[in-house]
């Protein structure tokens, strides 16, 4: 039985091993910590940041960002039945019909209502 999990535990032990060295090397050979003000904040693209601690998000990205892991979703689900369609048969493609125009009239009633727009 043990046989059987041996190479997961030989992975997993490698894993660790080499995990925890990289960790000891960057502590023993990386860069001396430095005490100074400006390497605490945070930058961007190697120009300090504009943006300040308080800044908060509206409403339209969270929405935006909600609208596309749903529609995104859609995919996960078409994409079995695209690579099987032959042995799923016409049912199949029947609610796959159903299932891709309830989505296409969600997608028309969120652009309709202005979710999509950006401000």
Request: proline letters at 4%.
């Amino acid at each position: 039985m043990l046989s059987t999990y041996l190479p997961a535990l030989v992975f997993v032990a490698l894993g660790a091993v080499v995990g925890g060295s990289f960790a000891v090397l960057n502590q023993v050979l990386g860069p001396a910590k430095s005490k100074l003000v400006a390497t605490g904040d945070p930058y961007e693209c190697g120009l300090p940041s504009e943006v300040k601690q308080g800044f908060r998000f509206g409403i339209s990205f969270y929405l935006i960002a909600m609208l596309f892991i749903l529609f995104d979703i859609e995919v996960v689900f078409l994409y079995p039945i695209a690579v099987e369609l032959r042995a799923f048969g016409t049912f199949a493609l029947l609610e796959t019909i159903v299932f891709v125009v309830l989505l296409m009239v969600a997608f028309i009633y969120v652009w309709r209502r202005g979710a999509l727009e950006w401000k």
